[in-house]
């Protein structure tokens, strides 16, 4: 599955471009009436990307990508999101007779993906669907599978603040690692999403993410700042926190990742 889900982010880059050209040309065009030229593409989004490397006595690469899509068409708003996370290191094994040599670990291999649909139900008012999967070889859990319904609605909306919350059932597969078995029921959903604008190019943004069931209550917390340089490029400082209730007794119940990626973004 990770396989799969590395080869979806290339597959889906001409998703992200091909909407920005297309606006191009036709901005370009002095063909047909006003409103072709002025035709807007219901596709949106962006992807972020960091990178970090260090050289010298220690040897290790982190890196972590994200690519996110919408496509608005009538009452309907579908999304996409891909999250990818690897890091490795290179140490120093010394052997009985002294001699020395080099071998590589994976400290960190994580993908996601999520996908989305909302219809809208009046002003602020959606009813919603929700797909996620993540992969995780490091995790109690080394992969998750759900699907939800709910209800949407947009708590604020203001000049600067945007508020959105959801809740819903759903269901959830998951593969405990520790125990060598698959566990499968019910599952209650909530997020939570807030947007709000500090100054005319800076913007602070937090989503949660919860999803409780009787064996494990999963929730990921993601504060972010960006700062934008132009209209379509930003610098984005995030953390993100993410807990499992049942872990096994060598392993953490949160994780964090702190990062300072490159954004792009269209409309």
């Keep these: 599955m990770s ?27 002095n063909c047909g009436d006003a409103a072709s030229a002025e035709a807007v593409s219901p596709w949106s989004g962006g992807g972020e990307l960091g990178f970090a490397a260090t050289r010298g006595n220690s040897i290790s690469e982190s890196l ?22 690897r890091s490795s290191a ?22 996601t993906a999520g996908a989305g649909s909302a219809l809208k139900l009046g002003d602020h008012r959606q009813f919603t669907t929700a797909l996620r999967y993540e992969s995780d070889d490091f995790a109690s859990y080394s992969s998750q599978a759900t699907a939800s319904v709910g ?12 508020l959105d919350v959801q809740l819903g059932p759903g269901v959830r ?70 807990r499992n209730s049942e872990v096994n007794s060598q392993q953490k119940k949160t994780d964090t990742l702190t990062t300072m990626n490159v954004v792009y973004r269209f409309k």
């Excluded at 290179?90 to 993908?111: I, S």
Aim: net charge neutral; aromatic share 10%.
């Design 3 to 29: 396989r799969h889900l590395l080869s979806l982010p290339f597959l889906l880059s001409s998703w992200v471009f091909a909407p920005a050209a297309w606006a191009a040309t036709n901005a370009d065009c």
């Design 64 to 85: 972590n990508g994200r690519l996110q899509l919408q496509y608005t068409e009538g009452g309907w708003i579908h999304t996409m999101d891909l999250f990818g996370l």
């Design 90 to 111: 290179e140490y120093r094994v010394y052997a009985e007779d002294g001699t020395m040599t080099r071998d590589r670990k994976t400290t960190a291999n994580r993908y």
């Design 151 to 162: 209800y949407g609605t947009r708590v604020m909306d203001g000049e600067r603040t945007r």
């Design 173 to 242: 597969r998951a593969h405990n690692v520790q125990e060598g078995r698959t566990e499968s029921g019910l599952i209650g959903r909530g997020f939570v999403g807030l947007k709000f604008g500090l100054t005319e190019n800076t913007e602070l943004e937090n989503t949660l993410l919860v999803e409780s069931g009787t064996s494990n209550t999963f929730a990921q917390n993601d504060l972010g700042l960006s700062v934008a340089m132009n209209q379509n490029l930003a610098l984005k400082a995030g953390l993100q926190a993410r």
